[in-house]
């Protein structure tokens, strides 16, 4: 009797670690990292979340981290599939894009997980990819990548990242493919486009199904993209005096370039002490309307540091309308580590907190200086339509700059209105204002580049305008006009 049950313990146990094996081989190798266990979930969460890392180069150890959530519909494969980015160059896209501005969840008080009715995940599955390697999880064990990395070396392990991504979760292959994100991810976006355009002329693969891109408040031009003076002065952050010196010393452009070459010059350093004296430390410039934290804040991540301590300090000066202190805790929440635990992130014990932005990675600031308006004529030169949106409180990439090099772009691709410069709708309120070109092409209207303003929103647009923000995505994903008041 004794000897019999050994022998069935024996047999249920290996029977349980076959079982334990093929498990893991299917649902590790074929199809993603499923969440199961997220610290603070509600309970009826109808839609499958998976995290974890791809490995875009074995030989250096190199992986990106990924957060991928599924469409909230009966059948998620019946929507596309969009990709989230943000900028910095170095700022996560799980910490802004996933938790603060059009994932499913926000952080809440006590540390549960709070609905974003306005989820994106609402008409696309959304795969946000913590990029380049040194921001958030994402990790290289080579250490000369991290002082090395440049627009370039983004670009390519992105396009790894997609194209081993799509390995892992096979059925999406075929799905529509679109791009969107903000800021330096006004970089990212369309040098990864154009990769994915060359990619797919390989003979013999599959070709990646993409379709559009939008970029949010997006650095385009540093010499257009970031000229700021007339916009603060109009809304009376600054004074007259400081905006001629902006005019006549140095402005924002100016200030930039010193910044990535050789430093400051007196002239650039004392205007734009005046200027941040003027505007006050408690405005962020990507939200004029923005209140402050008021409780205590545990913005430690905050702290200057590395080659880049001067923007990161700018970028940290952020929150929210409605709840400015959501970043606090998504930095408490996204650094406990039972939580990470169920991301299946930070397996290999980085030597670094989860942060917002700071972290290991030393970017090559000259290519700050690209000038991605050409890429973006050739995007549009090969089909695919663009949209460029632009939060109206920005002072970072304020919205006259993105109009007008949206403006000059019309101009030199010979583009027609399609929709004349007026308000869109969203429930009955103005969303903003937008225009549209496009060009008769293949006998067919087709609408090729779209400037909108959203209203009242920060350099983060769906954090602080979500509800604008998801018909803007709608639109987007339909290439349909923003709503105008007759429709
Ligand atoms: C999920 O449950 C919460 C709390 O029980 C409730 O407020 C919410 O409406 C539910 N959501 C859905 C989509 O059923
Ligand atoms: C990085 O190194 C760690 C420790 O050796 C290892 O576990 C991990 O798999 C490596 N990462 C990659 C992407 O190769
Ligand atoms: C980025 O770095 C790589 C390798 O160091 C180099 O080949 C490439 O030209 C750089 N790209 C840019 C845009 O600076
Ligand atoms: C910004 O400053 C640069 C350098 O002084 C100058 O060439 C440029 O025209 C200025 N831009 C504007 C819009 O004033
Ligand atoms: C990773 O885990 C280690 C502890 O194992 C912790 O000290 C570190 O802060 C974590 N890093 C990140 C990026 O979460
Ligand atoms: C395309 O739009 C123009 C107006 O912008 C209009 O005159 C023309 O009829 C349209 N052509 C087609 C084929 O719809």
Known sequence: MLLDSQISCHLFLMAFWIFSLFFFLFYSKCCGELITN???????????????????????GRALFYYFVEADSADPLSLPLTLWLNGGPGCSSLGFGAFMENGPFQPGQSGVLVRN????????????VESPIGVGF????????????????????????????????PKYKDSEF?????????????????????????????????KSIALGNPLLDLDISVLAGDYLWAHGAISDETLMLEKTVCNDSKFLHEYVHSGWSQGCN??????????GVDVPTDDLLQP????????????PKGKHGQIHAKVAKRGSIGDPCLEDRIFAYLNKPEVQKALHANTTHLPFHWAFCEGPLVYQEENWEINIIPLIAD????????????????????????????????????????EKYGNWYDKKQVGGWSRSFGSLTNGKNVTYLTFATVRGAAHEVPFTSPSQALTLFRSFLSATPLPRPQD
């Open 38 to 60: 997220l610290p603070g979930l509600p309970g009826n969460v109808s839609f499958k979340q998976y995290s974890g890392y791809i490995v875009t180069d074995a030989g250096h």
């Open 117 to 128: 009715e306005y989820s994106w995940n609402l008409a696309s599955n959304m795969l946000y």
């Open 138 to 169: 994402s990790y290289s064990n080579t250490s000369s990548d991290y002082i090395l990395w440049n627009d370039t070396t983004t670009a390519e392990d992105n396009l790894q990242f997609l194209v081993n991504w799509l390995e892992e979760f």
């Open 178 to 210: 679109f791009i969107t994100g903000e800021s330096y991810a006004g970089h990212y976006i369309p040098q990864l486009a154009a990769l994915i355009l060359q990619h797919n002329k390989q003979p013999g693969i599959k070709p990646i199904n993409l």
């Open 270 to 279: 004392d205007v734009f002490n005046q200027v941040g004296d003027e505007i």
């Open 292 to 303: 402050i934290c008021l409780s205590q804040s545990s913005a430690v991540q905050f702290r």
């Open 379 to 418: 995007l549009i030169k090969d089909g695919i339509p663009v949209w460029l949106y632009s939060g109206d409180q920005d002072s970072k990439i304020p919205l006259t700059q993105t109009r007008i090099i949206a403006n000059n772009l019309a101009k030199d691709l010979k583009l027609s209105t399609f």
